[in-house]
């Protein structure tokens, strides 16, 4: 089985379930300042885009009984990609099956990784008009584009190597434990720190979804506007910087409690053979490069998600034990 | 007579004449970002805010025939100052008579300067919540106070004089010809580099009404929404950084020409005994620290100024004559 | 006797006693962003500079056996207003004494406030030239100015009534406690929220000396040079904005534990007449308009002041009992 | 001949000719920011990083009698991806020879493109740690990478046929004259932009080399920085925004002339299947988003390039002939 047969893009679309979609969207729109795609207003679901990529959404809102995750998705080169994911996912005697997320993508492909946590892949896509340049839009946080995925899942190394080695995903930071195990991957496909990270949890759960903001000044800017509606609850942690990545972040709560994070200040990673930067869990920096420690809730809240029954997968236990510090 | 018989506070007041109210309102509030006041918008008057003090307006546009300006006004801290300087006209036999400003304003006392600069005086005004901590409301460039006046006038050294000695402003920088002849001066009573600034041109005419923004990436954006809206011929020179006052600045021409300054960066003065800085015109970087001469337009061009009879008061030569190296 | 007899003008200098003159150096100059003033490193005593006024110093390091605070000083208008400081202070028969506060400064008279905080004035000092444009030298948070002292007093409408009716100073916010005692104010002479804050708390101590920063990057940059060095443990609040003022504020420990707020986005107070904010203890908006506690350190950890004899001042109890919410 | 038989990374090191390595290094290391590499400080050359990627090395100063550029070279992501190149260039018919561009880099491989522009790959080179995190050593411009080359050709569509259907290269951005002739376009093969533009101009030339820097107030940063050391003069254009790519940018020439871009803003191409935009050059926003028109020097000067013989190349006419609007 060759590993490039098949090239995967990006993390590129996200289906959040939300209780009140009016809510959600003054969030996401208002606060964060996502725009609606075209078309993107439906009686129960609504589509959203970011400012500087061309893709006609990148966010899909659904009302439903129950917060949680519908999917998380990437993006592939080519409809043959899709082909050969198949193909591997037959093989490898791995649970698959085709799918739409929106009404904007084509078909779409789900493979349940060996931690149980579905994955999504598309190629096809409607774009629009980039909304970069059209700065009198811009507003709220100013979301530049969706980033990266990050998942609870019992068992870190595990699916490490499947996405690495099966899927050609590269590691670019890596978290181990006093004891040398692995806590925590950040893996990528596009020219950044990740596409994807992996952390040890109770799952498989979505820990957050990210996107990419312009510069410190944004992710401010998301803070004083909660704020000054009386949504100043839903900022879990930071702003700060973290070690690994380098990014400076906020971590949000949507009206539903699923976890947004936005962030700027990562570095690129344009080579293949990039070297690997370890951290361990004993240096407080890895988490927040200022020292101070998160919240409990931002260790042991996560997104449920939905399984090929529709249903949400029910968490396991974690392989690895653990009590960070927290702040509270 | 006592300089300090009476207390000038601040530059806090500006009536503006535009040609066509809704097209000036869509630049001074969605592109600068000003807030029309609490029931600002009238037939053919608009009356607008900025977001770091409670002054209820603190700028007015009327529709008239001719571009312009009505009147440039300082706010004094007692009704009694107003008639110390009435007092003071008196003496002086100087011109003045009192008049209304605004529905947000008491009564304004209007005296010529000894070049025949119209300066208004108030101390009663409405005041209005602070908008600084409603975030969900800034947008455009955030303007945070309207700062201060720039004016040409005929004979700089005269007006300075009556402003220092007779009104108690204090210099802050002083800009001399190559024979030490004073041609512009930067003079202050609140507490930073200038509230009004004076310079040697055809006048009394104002070259441009000043506003402090929070950041240069409020210029920038200011900058990238009027490009965004095919307005980018409003801007007229900048964003550069000033020499004289460390402004970053920008300057913007209304849809009738009216020449409106956003700036920040300059410094505070909390001394009254603060020492003059003094540049020489044959030094480019007081003009613009990073070396780029202004455009021919920007020395040449200004707002007339309402007379005592209503009519625009016909400019009259400067006294030194000039030509500064332009960008064009 | 007359309130307007005297006119302090701001917050000016401050002592602080470090046990380590050395390591308070690379604290002071290389993370913050200090200057040495000139000829001012001294055998066990340093002086530094800001870089947007031309004070020669506005902060002096002495080395000694205990950490904590020498003494806080405000700049008056004249050396005859030091004089009828010294009047009020004999008419009142409060403690005072003339005292020199560093080599750059005239004589200075220091006066126990009603709580017994130790205040001194002075009105001459050695300056030099700006460093405001200086922008090679510039580093670190790049300090424009010493801004503002806060101060832990038992007793703090005691203390509010004698800066405001013999002093001249004015109220610009308030803080009460749910049966409306007063828990905090802040007090301004210069033109923005404070000169001084004081605090309900075991006192009299100095809580924080506040230095005003360009911008919130400016800020960042104070953390991620921190965190580069290892000195991450030095930032004990922040970033963060403040409810109370609006500031955009981190809060540092020097290696000794000297607290220093470094802050920037409040906002000017150019009125006599500004009407005064109030906020209540219930509302967690005033400390952090963000929702964020302090840590418990913040509210109970304060620095000695010296006192009359030399020795440092035994802090009484505070006049309101509190358990204000923590992070920790 | 396959289009993927090779994997060409990114732009990734260049050489400059330079007659002072004194006086150049002021320029990069204390304005721009770069910094030394390991052992880089040599009797006439001098290597140079920036702040976050690995390599060890992506400028280097040679000190030579004429300024100029000796090479601008993209990293490929194998050795055998050189002997390709290397094959394709003797099928071609294509002058090309190997050498040594750095004591960091391994062989290099030298190719004319089809209007003689030498064009240099590499794969070995020598890591370093990076200085993202060592927040300390930060100063100048804060030069995050070596982004792109703009470079002079007198036919661009000839080359960029080599670049695209030989090299692999993708078109971001395209510029077409009123007669839809190609007169510049933005080419690339890491995630963003361009790794390379080409431009219609006497050439073969280098127009400049670009840095990519973390925000606004970093280009910012370097003005202010270079008006303090009287070194404004080296500002040729901006601080402003390209239409094309979207980047706010300074145009900046080293102390010979040779011009360095400093910019940050544009946006990332994940997808291979990216849309082209394509721009006029009648709209004057595609040059500046703002409008302001480049001086005549940044039309027409450029960088002369060391061609087979270590001779410099003597530029051709371009085949488009063209005025554009200049500001002087």
């Given at each position: 089985m060759q590993k490039t047969s098949f090239n995967i893009l990006?993390?590129?679309?996200?289906?959040?379930?939300?209780?009140?979609?009016?809510?959600?969207?003054?969030?996401?729109?208002?606060?964060?300042?996502?725009?609606?795609?075209?078309?993107?207003?439906?009686a129960n679901t609504a589509h959203l885009r970011t400012l500087a990529v061309k893709d006609a959404c990148v966010l899909s809102l659904e009302e439903a009984e129950m917060p949680g995750v519908s999917h998380i998705a990437f993006r592939v080169g080519s409809d043959a990609d899709l082909e050969a994911l198949e193909l591997k996912a037959v093989i490898s005697n791995r649970a698959h099956y085709w799918m739409t997320i929106?009404?904007?993508h084509g078909r779409a492909l789900r493979i349940a990784d060996p931690n149980g946590m579905p994955i999504v892949f598309f190629h096809e896509m409607e774009r629009d008009e980039m909304l970069l340049q059209q700065y009198d839009k811009h507003h709220g946080a100013r979301p530049m584009w969706l980033d990266h995925f990050n998942v609870f899942v019992p068992d870190v190394a595990l699916s490490e190597r499947w996405f690495c080695e099966n899927l050609g995903f590269r590691t670019s930071e890596r978290l181990l434990t006093s004891e040398d195990n692995v806590f925590?991957?950040?893996?990528?496909?596009?020219?950044?720190?990740?596409?994807?990270?992996?952390?040890n949890?109770?799952?498989?759960r979505v820990h957050h979804i990210a996107f990419w903001v312009r510069d410190e000044?944004?992710?401010?800017?998301?803070?004083?506007?909660?704020?000054?509606?009386?949504?100043?609850?839903?900022?879990?942690?930071?702003?700060?910087?973290?070690?690994i990545s380098n990014a400076f972040f906020v971590y949000l709560r949507d009206p539903d409690g699923n976890r947004i994070e936005l962030f700027t200040g990562d570095y690129?990673?344009?080579?293949?053979?990039?070297?690997?930067?370890?951290?361990?869990?004993?240096?407080?920096?890895?988490?927040?490069?200022?020292?101070?420690?998160a919240p409990k809730s931002w260790f042991e809240e996560g997104m449920l998600v939905k399984g090929f029954d529709g249903c949400f997968i029910t968490p396991r236990k974690p392989s690895i034990e653990t009590r960070p510090p927290t702040s509270d």
């Open positions: 990006r993390a590129a679309h996200a289906g959040l379930l939300v209780t009140n979609l009016e809510k959600a969207l003054e969030f996401y729109t208002e606060v964060l300042g996502l725009e609606l795609s075209a078309d993107g207003l439906l929106s009404p904007y925590a991957i950040w893996l990528h496909r596009k020219s950044n720190v990740h596409d994807i990270a992996l952390t949890g109770r799952g498989p000044r944004s992710i401010l800017d998301a803070c004083d506007i909660l704020a000054a509606c009386g949504m100043h609850g839903q900022i879990e942690r930071g702003p700060a910087r973290h070690g690129p990673i344009f080579d293949p053979d990039n070297p690997v930067i370890t951290w361990h869990t004993d240096d407080p920096q890895y988490a927040t490069f200022w020292g101070t420690p």
